[in-house]
Structures are given as structure tokens and as C-alpha cells.
């Protein structure tokens, strides 16, 4: 009560010019935020490229086709931003809940000032441009194969159905490129989930494949949920977690050959994929 | 009458005070720095002594006992992001640093704080790599603390209070410190970071006293001076160098020893045409006028991000006077540290950049090792094969310990314009394409041959440093939150502790009361652990 009394004759006092001058600047000020002022810019475009090399590619990949963490920023369609303002402010204050950091200049890291960040707005708004334009598949028959004759759904859960021992696919759509979802099923062991920090986890998990004979010479296999220098934790296909230590064991063994079968194209076809890939980006970037 | 009593009864107690705790008031001499042998239960330095090879004489806890370790305290900083702060130990009162440019002392004992201290941050400071800070120096009754805002600030060792406060240099545009200083006869020496802005480095001395300013060295040399002609053009301006990890000083032959970083831009040779000196070297200077004896640069022209920053370690073989450094490149060199001369360069990880020696010895880049605007996988990658985790030499054993990764990336250049405080890398680089898992090790390698000993790998790569005692360990943490003591000899594991956070710090012993204690920083907390009491 104080309190507005307080605003109210704070108000009240300021000369009515001031007042306008105060709304004046603040619509210019956020209208700033709102155009990038150098949209179209062939120059920005070209400064952006540079920036986006040095602080962006790593993740996104050279050309912004999307790497083995972020999603491929070519894709006309964006999961978290699809306005200029709303690609400023998720490079400038990342992206909560996923790896996205705050690259602002109030970000941890070294800090991308308003110019530098529209100039990459600019060349990521031109690679879009450039991008090609893909046959969409059959986004009802690629979720009919995944919950059915392709087996996927036996390991992975989507939007809550599905099985638990492999990677959790509800966000892969939107973050993984096209040809890195096409690799994972034609080779998965050629890059397991290497690197990738999912959203809902605190740790990067890379499915590795992991078998162990217990004291009591009980075999297990299954998934790495995580691991330390002394400790394993695993989760067989059963989807039964186990919790070990290393120096109890009789063997352990871990390998980079992971637990999902290959798919090759006489197990499904070129189609078939394609139409699996139209579902996960469906759900992905919903 | 009264009066009288009182004032008698008062100095019996002061008087069992300083009884009890006349150590503890006790002023920290550079003789007590130089001579640090003789107090083995307090760590002096960064790297506990002048000689940076961060073994402790205390034995207390060994190979017979280490098994029995146990949490004895925690410290929560309450601070966010890279804990990388090595305590001081000085007479049972531990002083160390935090995120943001906080300090502190504690009861070494309890881990009870006696003073807390927080440098007011400006908003818009932009340290390249986390708001983070590696310790203090500390000389007579004051602390030392260089701060992400670059000043150097001088703390009261009772109270935390300010007693001194400089600015080295200008944050806008890229300055910082991180680095736990050196306190060497009566002067702070200290140097900068900012590799990544396109600063030009230097390394400064205080005096200790006051605050002012004795001299500064610029590794990059300006117009007139020798190596100038190192750079093209006015790229020495903006060359880098910074000297972001705590040096040595021999008082043998009284040089300070301090390594310095990459030029600027780190991976972009292209208008910064030669060798770049004194951009990753060891630098040899006269504390007494800030003057180089002598330099060696381990990687010329560096297009990589090779920072060669990492702890110089003084060993003493066979009647020579070495210096050594595990470098970031991939090589171990060993120098002689009165005339700067190589003695050996062996490689003690994954490297594919360098096939050939020139006629010091010195290993130099194959051309196709340069970035390209394409880009092409070179190993080590850009963190290096080490970084700025802190090396151990156990004399007893006549080992060297240090953390290494093996990781190769693609580099790749990115021409950029200089903007002054705008991060200046020129470059890019990102994880090669190879199925191979980034692979972390504890080498232990003997510092004369470059033979590697034995090596203990670990789930994922560590940036924690390492820690030697006489007690015939060797202690280490990782990527997943383990402590963990090993066998000096053989590096077989014997106890671990899980902290529950990530190591970026390196580990250091004390003790109090004649009981021995391992400390390290791990996650946002500092731990401390000591044997069972009987």
C-alpha cells in the first residue's frame, strides 16, 4: 500500500514531458531488439559467417548444417525461435534445460555483442536461403514403423511411449541433422551418442555397451547409464538397472559396438527411413 | 586496585594466547618462503614451494594407511561455475579463493571460516574461459589476489581487509587476472590473461608494501627492442602472450621462471608473420629490475592455441640445474635453467603436428599442420595435451605426474577484424570426426628419459592437477567427482572418496597439531580429509 502510494506521487511529480520522452525511448529501445538491422546485408551476412565459425560451428557445424550437438540451423523450421527477435534472444541468453549456452556479453563465456549476434542472424537467415528443399516422408507411416514392424519403440521412448535402454528420441528431430539420424540407423555403432548431453540429463550418457561377470559369475550386458573411474551403473534390454563396483567384478569390458542392431536397406528401405525421419522431425520441432 | 587486577588477569590471558597461537601471528617472511623446507606442515606458494613441483614433505598419510582416509571437513563456497583455487596453509589458518573473485580464511582444522572477502565485479567483465581464480600469494601479514576485472588487490591475513587496491590494467579491453601470484623478496609478481582479446601481455611486480608498481615486463617486445622483429607489422600490439599460470623462482641464480601464452589470434598465423616471441615461452627475469636473463619458446608461431602456461617445475639431476615442462603441445622439455638451453624434448602423449627437431632440438610444426579455412584434424587439439592442470615431481621417486588427454581436432581458420575486448580467436576448431572416445591419463614419466613409467587412465579426461607426498602418493581427482590416492611407484589406486562434483583444481597437504591433511577443490566445494583419529 505504502509502496504505490509512493509510485503514484513519484508519478505525479514528474514533469509530463519526461514521462513521454521515458515511453519514447523504451518502444525504441525494444523495437531495436525486434528488427535486425541488417537483414538482407551481404557484408553482415559475410561477418556473421566468421562469427558463427568461431563461436557457433562447434556445435552447429561449419555451414550450419548442425553437428553432433546442435541441430541444423538451415532448416527453415526452428524448434525455439522463429522470429529475428526470438533467434537473438535464444543466442543471447541460450537456451534453458538443453546444452544452448548464453552467448551475450552477459553469457559465461567470451560474449557476443547485439552487432555480432544480428550478423549471425543475417548468415544464418542466408544459408536457410540456400538450404535445399527436401521431400518430406509420410510422417503417419514413419510413426506406425516406429512403434511397430521397425521395432525402434522396443528401446526408445517418444513423447512417453516406448522402451527405456536407448536414447530417450522425443527432441532428436529437432536437434540432430537429417544425415545424423540416417548414420544412427544404418550405423550406430559408427558414433554413439558421443558428446551429447541430453536435455533432461546432468551428465553426457554415450550408450556404450557394457558386459561384466559379477563375483557370483552372473553375466551381464547392457547399456552404460553412467560410469566413474570405480563404478558402473548399467541397464540391461529387461530394462533392469544395475549398480556395480568395478573391483567386485570378475570382468568387465566395455565396447563402442552398440547394443542396436544395424538397419540396413533390405531391413528398411530408403522410404521407410525417410518416412521414420519425417515422424522424429515431426515430433522434434513441434 | 581493581584496574590493576584486571589488567593483570588480561595479560595472563594474552599471554596464553600468544602462547598458544604464537605461530599462528607469526609474519610470513621471504626467508620463511625461501627456506619453506622447514615448515613442512604449511604450503606456501601455489605449487606449496619456489620450486614448483608440488610435493609434500609429509608423510603422515602413506601407502600403509592411505586406505583409511576420510572426509574431515567441507567448505561450500556458494559460488557457481570452475572451482580452481589451490589453498595457502600458513600455522593452522587456510586462505583460498573462489568464483567471482572471492576470498577466504579458514580454520584449517574445521574448515570454519574467520574471514570471507568478495571483489565488487563490474557487470560487464568477460573472462574467456569461466569467472574463475587459481589462489593467493602471501608475504608478511597480507594475501594477494589479482582479480577478472584486473586489478591486484592486497587482503590483511587477520581480517580479509583491503589494505591495497591497483588496477594493472583495463578489463574492456580483454585484461584480466586468474592466476595465483608469486610473492618473490618484497614484491607481488603477477601476470596477465586475455589471449583470447588480443591483449598485449605482460608480467608485473609490486611492491608488497605499497602497492606501487616496480616493473613490467611486455612479452611482446615493442618498437626497439629485441624480438620486435618477430612481428608483422603492428600485429605486436595485439600479439597475446598472456601469463595466466604461476611461475618459479630459483634463488640460485635469482630468475624468476614464468611461462607465457598463445599470440593473438591462437589460430590464425596470417598477419602476424615470424616467431611471435615471447608468446609461448619460458621467460627468465631479474626480480630485482624485471629484466629477461633468457627465453626459450616452445611452440614458434603458434596457430593452435598451444598456451605453453603450464607450471614450470625445478629438478635438480645429476648435478644439473633443469627446469621442466610438460607442455600443452604434447612434448616434455627439459631446460637448463641458468642459461635457458634444451636439454631434451620428448613427446608424452598423441601428437601429430611435429615430425622433425631443429638443431636445438626444439620440435617444429610440419606446414600441414596450419589450420585451413577447410579445416584438418591435428593432435593434440586445441585444450592440448595437457592445459593448466598442475603437474607433480616426487623426488623420491624421481617421477613427473601429469594429467593428459588424448584428443585430436580440426582446425580451422576464420579471419576476423580486431575489435578492442571483442574475442579475437581468428579460428575455429571442433572435435575430429574419429569414432575414438577423448581418452584422460596420470602419466608418470621419468623426467630425464621421457620414459613413461606408468599411466592410469580414467573414465573421461581430468582437469584436475596432482599432488606428490612423501608418504609415497600421489593424489589426483576427475571428471566424475573422485578423489583419489595412488601408488607413487606403480600408480595402482588405494582409496578414492566421491565429492560429488568435477575437478578443476589441483590438490595440496598441510597439517595442524601435528595431523596431516590432503585438500582439494571440487564442484563448488573445497574438501579437506585426514586419517581416522584413533
Known amino acids: 500500500m505504502l509502496f504505490t502510494k509512493h509510485k503514484v506521487q513519484l508519478v505525479l511529480r514528474t514533469p509530463a514531458w519526461a514521462v513521454l520522452l521515458a515511453i519514447m525511448f523504451l518502444a525504441t529501445a525494444s523495437r531495436a531488439d525486434d528488427h535486425n538491422p541488417y537483414a538482407g546485408d551481404a557484408k553482415a551476412a559475410k561477418a556473421g559467417e566468421f562469427e558463427f565459425r568461431i563461436n557457433c560451428a562447434l556445435c552447429h557445424g561449419l555451414g550450419a548444417h548442425g553437428g553432433g550437438r546442435g541441430p541444423d540451423l538451415t532448416r527453415a523450421q526452428k524448434k525455439h525461435a522463429h522470429s529475428d527477435a526470438e533467434l537473438f534472444q535464444v543466442i543471447s541468453n541460450g537456451i534453458p534445460g538443453t546444452v544452448m549456452p548464453a552467448n551475450g556479453t552477459n553469457g559465461q563465456g567470451v560474449g557476443m555483442t547485439d552487432e555480432e549476434i544480428w550478423q549471425i542472424i543475417t548468415y544464418i537467415r542466408r544459408q536457410e536461403v540456400k538450404a535445399p528443399a527436401r521431400p518430406m516422408g509420410d510422417v503417419a507411416h514413419g510413426k506406425a514403423l516406429f512403434y511397430g514392424d521397425a521395432n525402434c519403440s522396443l528401446c526408445h521412448m517418444v513423447e512417453g511411449k516406448g522402451g527405456r535402454v536407448g536414447p530417450e528420441l522425443t527432441a532428436v528431430g529437432g536437434s540432430r541433422t537429417r544425415e545424423a539420424i540416417i548414420?544412427?540407423?544404418?550405423?550406430?555403432?559408427?558414433?554413439?551418442?558421443?558428446?551429447?548431453?541430453?536435455?533432461?540429463?546432468?551428465?553426457?550418457?554415450?550408450?556404450?555397451?557394457?558386459?561384466?561377470?559379477?563375483?557370483?559369475?552372473?553375466?551381464?550386458?547392457?547399456?552404460?547409464?553412467?560410469?566413474?573411474?570405480?563404478?558402473?551403473?548399467?541397464?540391461?534390454?529387461?530394462?533392469?538397472?544395475?549398480?556395480?563396483?568395478?573391483?567386485?567384478?570378475?570382468?568387465?569390458?566395455?565396447?563402442?559396438?552398440?547394443?542396436?542392431?544395424?538397419?540396413?536397406?533390405?531391413?528398411?528401405?530408403?522410404?521407410?527411413?525417410?518416412?521414420?525421419?519425417?515422424?522424429?522431425?515431426?515430433?522434434?520441432?513441434? | 586496585?581493581?584496574?590493576?587486577?584486571?589488567?593483570?588477569?588480561?595479560?595472563?590471558?594474552?599471554?596464553?594466547?600468544?602462547?598458544?597461537?604464537?605461530?599462528?601471528?607469526?609474519?610470513?617472511?621471504?626467508?620463511?618462503?625461501?627456506?619453506?623446507?622447514?615448515?613442512?606442515?604449511?604450503?606456501?606458494?601455489?605449487?606449496?614451494?619456489?620450486?614448483?613441483?608440488?610435493?609434500?614433505?609429509?608423510?603422515?598419510?602413506?601407502?600403509?594407511?592411505?586406505?583409511?582416509?576420510?572426509?574431515?571437513?567441507?567448505?561450500?563456497?556458494?559460488?557457481?561455475?570452475?572451482?580452481?583455487t589451490t589453498p595457502l596453509v600458513?600455522?593452522?589458518?587456510?586462505?583460498?579463493?573462489?568464483?567471482?573473485?572471492?576470498?577466504?580464511?579458514?580454520?584449517?582444522?574445521?574448515?570454519?571460516?574467520?574471514?570471507?572477502?568478495?571483489?565488487?565485479?563490474?557487470?560487464?567483465?568477460?573472462?574467456?574461459?569461466?569467472?574463475?581464480?587459481?589462489?593467493?600469494?602471501?608475504?608478511?601479514?597480507?594475501?594477494?589476489?589479482?582479480?577478472?576485472?584486473?586489478?591486484?588487490?592486497?587482503?590483511?591475513?587477520?581480517?580479509?581487509?583491503?589494505?591495497?587496491?591497483?588496477?594493472?590494467?583495463?578489463?574492456?579491453?580483454?585484461?584480466?587476472?586468474?592466476?595465483?601470484?608469486?610473492?618473490?623478496?618484497?614484491?607481488?609478481v603477477i601476470g596477465v590473461s586475455g589471449g583470447e582479446y588480443g591483449v598485449r601481455g605482460f608480467i608485473d611486480a609490486y611492491d608488497a608494501a605499497t602497492g606501487a608498481r616496480k616493473w613490467r615486463f611486455y612479452?611482446?617486445?615493442?618498437?626497439?627492442?629485441?624480438?620486435?622483429?618477430?612481428?608483422?607489422?603492428?600485429?605486436?600490439?595485439?600479439?597475446?602472450?598472456?601469463?595466466?599460470?604461476?611461475?618459479?623462482?630459483?634463488?640460485?641464480?635469482?630468475?624468476?621462471?614464468?611461462?607465457?601464452?598463445?599470440?593473438?589470434?591462437?589460430?590464425?598465423?596470417?598477419?602476424?608473420?615470424?616467431?611471435?616471441?615471447?608468446?609461448?615461452?619460458?621467460?627468465?627475469?631479474?626480480?630485482?629490475?624485471?629484466?629477461?636473463?633468457?627465453?626459450?619458446?616452445?611452440?614458434?608461431?603458434?596457430?593452435?592455441?598451444?598456451?605453453?602456461?603450464?607450471?614450470?617445475?625445478?629438478?635438480?639431476?645429476?648435478?644439473?640445474?633443469?627446469?621442466?615442462?610438460?607442455?600443452?603441445?604434447?612434448?616434455?622439455?627439459v631446460i637448463d635453467r641458468a642459461t635457458g638451453k634444451l636439454i631434451s624434448a620428448n613427446a608424452y602423449g598423441k601428437i601429430t603436428w611435429s615430425d622433425t627437431k631443429d638443431a636445438e632440438g626444439r620440435p617444429i610444426a610440419n606446414k600441414e599442420a596450419s589450420p585451413t579455412l577447410e579445416g584438418h584434424t591435428v593432435c593434440p587439439g586445441a585444450l592440448g595435451t595437457t592445459n593448466f592442470m598442475a603437474p607433480a615431481f616426487d623426488p623420491q621417486t624421481s617421477l613427473f605426474y601429469v594429467t593428459a588427454r588424448d584428443q585430436c581436432d580440426i582446425f580451422s581458420t576464420a579471419p576476423q577484424p580486431y575489435e578492442a575486448g571483442h574475442a579475437y580467436y581468428g579460428s575455429a576448431y571442433f572435435p575430429s570426426e574419429e569414432a575414438e572416445p577423448y581418452r584422460g591419463f596420470l602419466k608418470a614419466m621419468d623426467?630425464?628419459?621421457?620414459?613413461?613409467?606408468?599411466?592410469?587412465?580414467?573414465?573421461?579426461?581430468?582437469?584436475?592437477?596432482?599432488?606428490?607426498?612423501?608418504?609415497?602418493?600421489?593424489?589426483?581427482?576427475?571428471?566424475e567427482g573422485n578423489f583419489i590416492a595412488l601408488d607413487a611407484a606403480s600408480g595402482k589406486p588405494l582409496w578414492h572418496f566421491q565429492m560429488g562434483g568435477a575437478v578443476y583444481a589441483a590438490p595440496m597437504a598441510f597439517a595442524v597439531d601435528g595431523k596431516q591433511y590432503v585438500a582439494i577443490a571440487a564442484g563448488s566445494a573445497l574438501y579437506a580429509f585426514g586419517l581416522p583419529e584413533k
Open chain 1, 183 to 286: 548414420d544412427s540407423v544404418r550405423n550406430p555403432s559408427r558414433r554413439l551418442a558421443w558428446g551429447l548431453t541430453e536435455s533432461t540429463k546432468e551428465f553426457p550418457q554415450e550408450y556404450e555397451t557394457v558386459t561384466v561377470v559379477t563375483a557370483d559369475g552372473k553375466q551381464i550386458k547392457g547399456v552404460a547409464l553412467n560410469e566413474d573411474n570405480f563404478t558402473v551403473q548399467l541397464m540391461d534390454t529387461s530394462e533392469q538397472i544395475y549398480l556395480l563396483e568395478k573391483e567386485k567384478l570378475r570382468s568387465f569390458q566395455k565396447s563402442r559396438e552398440s547394443m542396436m542392431p544395424r538397419y540396413n536397406p533390405d531391413i528398411l528401405s530408403d522410404k521407410d527411413l525417410n518416412d521414420l525421419v519425417a515422424y522424429l522431425t515431426s515430433v522434434g520441432t513441434k
Open chain 2, 447 to 479: 623426467p630425464v628419459t621421457g620414459e613413461i613409467k606408468w599411466k592410469f587412465e580414467h573414465t573421461s579426461p581430468t582437469w584436475s592437477g596432482v599432488l606428490a607426498t612423501a608418504g609415497g602418493l600421489v593424489f589426483t581427482g576427475d571428471a
Open chain 2, 90 to 188: 600458513v600455522d593452522g589458518i587456510l586462505y583460498a579463493t573462489a568464483q567471482d573473485d572471492r576470498a577466504f580464511a579458514l580454520d584449517a582444522r574445521t574448515g570454519r571460516p574467520i574471514w570471507m572477502y568478495q571483489h565488487q565485479l563490474p557487470g560487464d567483465i568477460r573472462p574467456c574461459c569461466g569467472r574463475v581464480n587459481r589462489g593467493l600469494a602471501i608475504l608478511d601479514d597480507k594475501v594477494f589476489l589479482g582479480t577478472l576485472d584486473g586489478h591486484v588487490i592486497a587482503l590483511d591475513t587477520k581480517t580479509g581487509a583491503v589494505i591495497w587496491d591497483i588496477v594493472a590494467a583495463d578489463y574492456r579491453t580483454g585484461y584480466s587476472f586468474t592466476v595465483a601470484p608469486l610473492a618473490v623478496k618484497n614484491l607481488v
Open chain 2, 219 to 333: 612479452t611482446v617486445p615493442g618498437p626497439g627492442e629485441p624480438g620486435h622483429e618477430t612481428w608483422e607489422g603492428d600485429s605486436w600490439k595485439i600479439g597475446g602472450a598472456p601469463a595466466w599460470n604461476t611461475g618459479t623462482y630459483d634463488s640460485g641464480t635469482n630468475q624468476i621462471l614464468w611461462p607465457t601464452g598463445n599470440p593473438s589470434p591462437s589460430n590464425r598465423g596470417e598477419g602476424r608473420a615470424g616467431d611471435n616471441l615471447y608468446s609461448n615461452s619460458l621467460l627468465a627475469l631479474n626480480p630485482d629490475t624485471g629484466k629477461m636473463n633468457w627465453y626459450f619458446q616452445f611452440t614458434k608461431h603458434d596457430e593452435h592455441d598451444w598456451d605453453a602456461t603450464q607450471v614450470p617445475v625445478m629438478i635438480d639431476s645429476g648435478g644439473k640445474h633443469l627446469i621442466a615442462q610438460a607442455n600443452r603441445n604434447g612434448f616434455f622439455y
Open chain 2, 1 to 84: 586496585m581493581r584496574v590493576r587486577e584486571i589488567f593483570a588477569a588480561l595479560s595472563t590471558i594474552c599471554l596464553g594466547c600468544s602462547l598458544f597461537n604464537s605461530a599462528a601471528n607469526a609474519q610470513v617472511t621471504f626467508e620463511r618462503l625461501l627456506n619453506s623446507e622447514k615448515e613442512p606442515q604449511n604450503w606456501l606458494t601455489y605449487s606449496g614451494d619456489y620450486t614448483g613441483r608440488r610435493f609434500s614433505p609429509l608423510d603422515q598419510i602413506n601407502l600403509a594407511n592411505a586406505h583409511a582416509l576420510t572426509a574431515k571437513w567441507v567448505y561450500q563456497t556458494g559460488a557457481t561455475g570452475k572451482l580452481e
